[in-house]
Structure formats: C-alpha cells, structure tokens
C-alpha cells in the first residue's frame, strides 16, 4: 500500500515523537523535590550517610533531597513504602545490606509484604562496610587466640545492633568456625551495643569499622580480626578470619540505592550517573571512612547482583540456625 506525501509526514513525525518521550522525560527530571527514604531511625550510619549524599545530589540536580526516617519492622516498612510508591523517581531508598534478609529473620506475619529481589530496582551499590571482631582488651582478649581460648572456659558474649543483623549471622558463623558458645546479646542499634562493650559488660562485638575505631586508642578495645577475604584498607594491620584459620567465615555489609519496581532505564541511568561521581568525592571519602565505609559505585548489576547473592547465601544460613529477630 502506496502512502500519500501527507501521510508518510505524519507517520514520521509521530515515531520521532515516540522514541524522543523517554529522553525528554529524563531531562526533565527531577522537576520537584526528591524524597530519600531511611527505613531507621535518625543518628545511625544509613541515615547519616544518606544526608550526606542528599546534600551532594540535591547540589547536583537543583532540587532538594528530603532524607525521611520511618522506622520500624527491621527496616520493612520503610522499604515497603518505597516498594509501593510511584515508578517516577521522587520516592528513593537508602538501604544496608539488612534489606536482603530483614524479611527472613521476621517472625512469620511480622514484616511488610514486598519482594526484596524483584519489587525494587537497584540504581546504585553506593558503600561497603567490612565487619571487624572488635574486643574489650581486658574481658575479652587482645588478640583472637586468646578471645577462643577464653570462650572455651568460660561462659562469654557478643553484642550486635540486632538480632537478624549481618552482624548477628557473622557471629553465628564465627561460632560454629572456632568451635565456641558464645551467646548473643542483641541491642536495639549500634552505640548501645558499642557502650557495653567498651564498659565491659559484653566482651566481644561483631560490627563495622567506624563505630569502635574512637575507642581504639585508649586500648580499652581492639579489633581482633576482619571478615573480608583480603585486609581492609581501612585497618591494614588487623588480620583476617581466614589468616587466622578461621575459613569460611565472611560477612560483608554494604549499603545502595534502590527504588520502586520498573522505575525508567532513564532515571536510573541519572541517578546512577552523579552517584559515581559523587563517590569520587575525598570530602565524601573521608566522611564515609569515618563511618567504616568504602565507596562502591559501578552500574546497577552490582548492586543487583549484592542483593541476590545474600538473599540466596544468608538466607540458608538464616534457616540452619535459626537465626529471628526480636
């Protein structure tokens, strides 16, 4: 079928107005102010780094980007929130690495209902945060063999922020690796757990860098070992779990970007892109080293690929030892 002059025009002018819709909604993007969910509460890691990184992005969009806590459910319902908000760009999650497990350490009916692999879209893996056996040098050892030799005498504990935490699985993994009992003593965040650790009360933790590295200097606490495959540039000097003979005992945490399911390829591709730049920052750099963090970046599949992967490992591990939040 022959077309008309006119008609060929039209149809031209029509399939360039198509294929131009998804560029000239990214470059109007953002239009308004963007909200960037914490799903804890004000004062922790997540939520301090996420203000530190709205700071920079709103800077770099020209528009604001409001952090907004809501806590609750081991971070569930935050997240859930995000899940369920429009695909447009302006409702965005900060998450740790909890995110992938929160739900299978629930108590059945406990936690929001969203699925934590397909319901999101992953945009960033912004940070990782290496996990350190960290020890009150006088209650709980100066070194990991004497830590173990300790714990096989007598009755000893380990703080984490939470029970279901990565902190709390790394312990768990330690236990069954060296052959001990140590008991778990799960605290409602980091610095409670840090408090009683540094008076005492608990000899041992499982955490990440930042929060025990002020307390080092006094020599009432140490870290013992961590629990990466290579050392952390963050404490060159402290050994690893698998240097020490400990194998197969590595936890990681890290943190990323997300937002609701079948947010557009455009957006994502905006977000991600001032994110790496925005990571090479050394006034961002030396902030997140402050918080035990070394900066991540790389395109979404890394922080898709961060999810799945300890969706699949944890929760296996969640199940062989039973491991529930409170």
Same mark, same amino acid.
């Given at each position: 079928?022959?077309l008309?002059?006119?008609q060929?025009?039209a149809?031209?002018?029509?399939?360039?107005t198509?294929?131009? +819709?998804?560029t000239a909604?990214?470059?109007?993007?953002?239009s308004?102010?963007?909200?960037?969910?914490?799903a804890?509460p004000?004062?922790?890691?997540?939520?301090?780094? +996420?203000?530190?990184y709205a700071?920079k992005?709103g800077t770099?969009?020209?528009?604001?980007v409001i952090v907004d806590n809501?806590?609750?459910?081991?971070?569930?319902?935050g997240?859930?929130y995000?899940a369920?908000a429009?695909?447009?760009?302006?409702?965005?999650?900060?998450?740790p690495?909890?995110?992938s497990?929160?739900q299978?350490?629930?108590?059945?009916?406990?936690?929001?209902?969203?699925?934590?692999?397909?319901?999101l879209?992953p945009?960033?893996?912004?940070?990782?945060?290496?996990l350190?056996?960290a020890a009150?040098t006088?209650?709980?050892?100066?070194?990991l063999?004497?830590l173990v030799a300790?714990a096989?005498?007598?009755?000893l504990s380990?703080a984490?922020?939470g029970?279901?935490?990565?902190m709390?699985?790394?312990?768990e993994m330690?236990?069954q690796?060296?052959?001990?009992k140590l008991s778990h003593v799960p605290?409602?965040?980091?610095?409670?757990?840090?408090n009683d650790?540094?008076?005492?009360h608990v000899p041992?933790t499982?955490m990440?860098?930042g929060?025990?590295?002020?307390h080092?200097?006094s020599g009432?606490?140490a870290?013992l070992?961590?629990a990466?495959a290579?050392?952390?540039?963050l404490?060159?000097?402290?050994p690893?779990?698998?240097?020490l003979?400990?194998?197969g005992?590595e936890v990681g945490?890290?943190q990323?970007?997300f937002?609701p399911?079948?947010?557009?390829a455009d957006?994502v591709?905006i977000l991600?892109?001032?994110f790496?730049?925005?990571?090479k920052m050394?006034?961002?750099?030396s902030?997140?080293?402050?918080?035990g963090?070394?900066p991540g970046?790389g395109?979404?599949?890394?922080?898709?690929k961060?999810n799945?992967?300890?969706?699949?490992?944890?929760g296996?591990?969640?199940?062989?030892f039973?491991i529930? +939040?409170?």
């Amino acid at each position: 079928m022959k077309l008309t002059r006119r008609q060929a025009l039209a149809m031209a002018v029509s399939l360039g107005t198509a294929a131009c +819709a998804g560029t000239a909604w990214a470059q109007a993007y953002p239009s308004k102010p963007i909200t960037l969910i914490v799903a804890y509460p004000a004062g922790g890691d997540t939520d301090a780094m +996420a203000r530190l990184y709205a700071e920079k992005l709103g800077t770099r969009l020209g528009q604001p980007v409001i952090v907004d806590n809501k806590p609750g459910a081991s971070g569930t319902i935050g997240t859930a929130y995000v899940a369920k908000a429009p695909a447009d760009g302006y409702t965005l999650l900060l998450a740790p690495s909890t995110v992938s497990i929160a739900q299978l350490v629930l108590k059945t009916g406990a936690g929001a209902s969203y699925d934590v692999i397909n319901g999101l879209t992953p945009i960033v893996q912004t940070g990782v945060q290496p996990l350190f056996v960290a020890a009150n040098t006088e209650t709980g050892g100066k070194d990991l063999k004497d830590l173990v030799a300790k714990a096989k005498t007598k009755t000893l504990s380990y703080a984490s922020p939470g029970s279901g935490s990565p902190m709390h699985i790394l312990g768990e993994m330690f236990n069954q690796s060296a052959g001990v009992k140590l008991s778990h003593v799960p605290y409602r965040g980091v610095a409670p757990a840090v408090n009683d650790v540094l008076g005492g009360h608990v000899p041992v933790t499982f955490m990440t860098l930042g929060p025990v590295a002020p307390h080092f200097a006094s020599g009432k606490v140490a870290a013992l070992a961590v629990a990466d495959a290579q050392r952390s540039p963050l404490a060159p000097n402290v050994p690893t779990l698998a240097e020490l003979g400990y194998k197969g005992v590595e936890v990681g945490a890290w943190q990323g970007l997300f937002g609701p399911k079948d947010l557009p390829a455009d957006i994502v591709k905006i977000l991600n892109g001032h994110f790496n730049e925005i990571l090479k920052m050394p006034d961002v750099q030396s902030k997140m080293a402050v918080f035990g963090a070394l900066p991540g970046g790389g395109d979404a599949t890394r922080l898709a690929k961060s999810n799945a992967g300890d969706y699949a490992r944890f929760g296996k591990i969640i199940k062989d030892f039973g491991i529930q +939040a409170d």
